[in-house]
């Protein structure tokens, strides 16, 4: 059973400040990795994927990954109140018919 | 142009009554899925379908049944509603290439009364 670990938050943070949210996940074969944002009553959207150790940055956005310890973190700088929302971890095995599983989420709120 | 599309957006019935949600995406993607998000939140995979298999979470109840016409569509039915059905449903898509980057569906909050 494939789990994906967050912190449900809220996390505030204020404007301009880096937020720094956590993932863990628990199935060792994992592959792929990714952050959804998903804003109040609407659908998930994807910002920013991970496959192999290391930083990915994009724009504001950073994901880290580390399999030996099987974390993923997500650092937002130069947080805006429109970053205000649910951040998703979800964690892929490979196979392409399997999907992701996602983590329960963390609340960040921006504070102006 | 809407990748994936999902309707309707509002479902409210009775207990015991059956429905449908529809799903096309446009985006020649091979695997469709069903996502159920509940009140808490938490977003849990329902079925994967890619060409023609079907791969069920074997929590899901047997009242809830995929129908896919083709590769753009991937239907949910559910039979003999309960009030733990409560949620949004999300349609996904993803290109079959194993990496699975989801497009999402706008999502179906459904009621039961």
């Known amino acids: 059973q494939k789990e994906v670990e967050q912190n449900s938050g809220p996390l505030s943070v204020p404007e301009g400040a880096i937020a720094s949210l956590n993932c863990t996940y628990s199935d060792r074969g994992s592959q792929s990795f990714f952050w959804y944002r998903q804003y109040s009553g609407k659908s998930p959207e994807l910002i920013m994927s991970?496959?192999?150790?290391g930083d990915k940055e994009d724009g504001r956005f950073t994901a880290q990954l580390n399999k030996a310890s099987q974390y993923v973190s997500l650092l937002i700088r130069d947080s805006q109140p429109s970053d205000s929302a649910t951040y998703l971890c979800?964690?892929?095995?490979?196979?392409?018919?399997?999907?992701?599983?996602f983590g329960k989420g963390t609340h960040l709120i921006i504070q102006p | 142009d809407t990748a994936v599309s999902q309707t309707p957006k509002y479902l409210v019935t009775q207990m015991g009554n059956d429905k449908s949600i529809k799903c096309e995406q446009n985006l020649g993607h091979d695997t469709m899925y069903w996502y159920k998000q509940d009140s808490k939140k938490f977003l849990k995979i329902m079925f994967s379908?890619?060409?023609?298999?079907?791969?069920i979470n074997e929590t899901v109840p047997n009242r809830f049944s995929p129908k896919s016409p083709d590769k753009a569509h991937l239907n949910l039915h559910i039979n003999s509603l309960e009030l733990g059905d409560s949620a949004v449903y999300f349609c996904a898509s993803a290109p079959n290439s194993g990496a699975n980057v989801l497009t999402f569906g706008a999502g179906s909050r459904l009621t039961v009364l």
């Open positions: 979800a964690v892929n095995g490979g196979g392409g018919a399997d999907g992701l599983t």
């Open positions: 991970i496959y192999s150790n």
């Open positions: 379908y890619n060409n023609k298999e079907l791969i």
